[in-house]
């Protein structure tokens, strides 16, 4: 059956209406097609590969990509050497394990990994999960219009992105880095960077709106 | 849909792993109940996910295989069991919210305030901030009150009006220390709410004070 999609199929309650969830397209062979490895590469593929394969050619060719970024990413945050290599081992070991989970139709690639990241730090910091909302739970309010789940819109909003941050004023990707890396609040940041905190206030404002703008893309939502 | 929401730098902070574990409690609550700031939540988290793949590149000790070698020795951890709460609990008490009750809503340690008023305290409260359940009776209010700083309560069933609106299932409801309000919940329907508030509530007045005392426990 060429072409056919694996269907990940979590325990939905009563009230999602969704009948597919996390569905990634690849072909359906006896043995793993070998893998490109390239500069830029198609991460969702390789995840997809993880899952489906359990291919540990596509989890090396990932390692190559998110380890070095997610070193760089621990030591900002204030992770010593030897704590940032431990953290990223334990990410790289929840890629593995829940590539079949990974839902092209909640984020992208680095977007997941980035959560799990995120996660991991805070786990370390506090030895506990970072609370959230469970994409299958019973009680959740479903969206009127659930977003499209394939790996290409996906990889094509990361690029966006990126892009968009690559055009944003650099004293504006100052302060996302710092919200995000810093672990810091808007107040903190204004003491640290000695702004105004309504400065600091309106310039992430001004840069999220625009990565939003980026994101868009016919989506509905406003901030307020 | 829900009408009152967190602030877009809550969102944020809970995006970036800046808030404090009852914060990012009620914020995650309020996303499962609320499409909307859900959407704006994984748009923030994408964001993190682009400075990841902008981050330069530090040079790492690890390497893959040793990390294919853990998995292969260690097997997966077993997934956490699902259904120890009876059906009302799960459809009224989104995640993250219900894996921090002690048992199912009917089931906490309620206490009575006043005559419209009970609380359950919840282990997510920390040194800064009393996490609890709040249940105010049809039509009954609450003693006016202010707080010792932010308050923030989410509504999980029922409604209730205080000086700044209305508020229904899924909406929060924001406060800061200096705001004294007086909530009042709908005449139809109990009002179940999930607050977070920062140094307590602050109830003034002579029966205020001894209410304190009931409160503070």
Redesign the interface.
């Known amino acids: 059956m060429p072409g056919a999609a694996i269907l990940i199929d979590p ?1 939905f309650g009563p009230s999602l209406v969704r009948t597919r969830v996390g569905a990634v397209q690849i072909p359906m062979t006896d043995a793993p097609p070998p893998v490109a490895l390239a500069r830029d590469p198609d991460l969702g593929a390789l995840v997809a590969r993880v899952a489906r394969f359990q291919d ?1 050619a596509a ?2 060719a990932l ?2 990509y ?8 621990l ?2 945050v204030g992770a010593e050497d030897g704590v ?2 431990e953290i ?2 334990e990410v ?2 929840t890629v ?2 829940r590539a079949d989970l990974f839902d092209p139709a ?10 799990i ?3 991991k ?2 786990d370390r910091l ?1 030895r ?1 999960t ?5 994409p299958h ?8 219009e659930p977003p499209a789940d394939d790996l290409v819109a996906a990889e094509q ?2 690029r966006r ?2 892009a968009a ?1 690559d055009q944003l004023p650099e004293e504006q990707v100052a302060l ?2 710092l ?3 810093g ?4 107040g903190e940041i204004a003491a640290e960077t000695r702004l105004p905190l309504g400065t600091v ?1 309106s310039r ?2 001004l840069a ?1 709106a625009r ?2 703008a980026a ?1 868009a893309d016919g ?1 509905d ?1 406003s ?2 | 849909m829900s009408g009152h929401h967190p602030t877009e730098e809550m969102l944020l902070d809970h995006a970036a792993g800046a808030l404090s574990r009852a914060e990012s409690v009620i914020v995650a609550t309020h996303m499962a109940l609320c499409p909307t700031c859900r959407r704006l939540g994984l748009d923030l988290d994408a964001v993190g996910g682009a400075l990841l793949d902008l981050a330069g590149a530090a040079p790492v000790r690890s390497r893959c295989e040793e990390i294919l070698a853990r998995v292969d020795a260690d097997p997966p951890p077993t997934p956490v069991k699902a259904g120890r709460w009876d059906h009302e609990t799960i459809h009224l008490i989104p995640q993250p919210l219900r894996g921090y009750l002690d048992g199912d809503v009917g089931g906490l340690a309620w206490r009575s305030i006043n005559g419209a008023l009970a609380e359950a305290s919840l282990g997510l409260t920390d040194e800064r901030r009393r996490a609890s359940l709040m249940r105010i009776r049809a039509g009954g209010a609450m003693p006016r009150h202010t707080h010792g700083g932010t308050e923030m309560v989410l509504v999980l069933a029922g409604g209730f009006s205080d000086e700044t609106g209305h508020y229904r299932r899924g909406d929060l409801a924001l406060a800061d220390g200096s705001m004294s309000h007086r909530p009042v919940a709908d005449s139809d329907a109990d009002c179940l709410c999930f607050a977070v508030v920062e140094g307590g509530l602050r109830l003034p007045g002579l029966v205020g004070r001894l209410l304190n005392l009931v409160y503070r426990g």
């Not at chain 1, 739970?137 to 009127?144: G, K, R, S, T, Y």
Request: a positive charge.
């Open positions: 325990p540990r989890f090396g390692f190559a998110f380890a070095p970024r997610l070193k760089s990413y030591l900002r940032a290599e990223l081992q790289m070991i593995w394990r909640l984020a992208g690639v680095t977007t997941w990994v980035f959560t990241a995120r996660n730090r805070i506090r506990e970072k609370p959230s909302w469970d739970d019973p009680a959740l309010v479903p969206e009127a909003t990361r992105l990126v941050i996302l880095k919200a995000y890396y672990d810091k609040s808007h206030k992430i404002r999220l990565l939003r994101l989506r939502g901030w307020e």
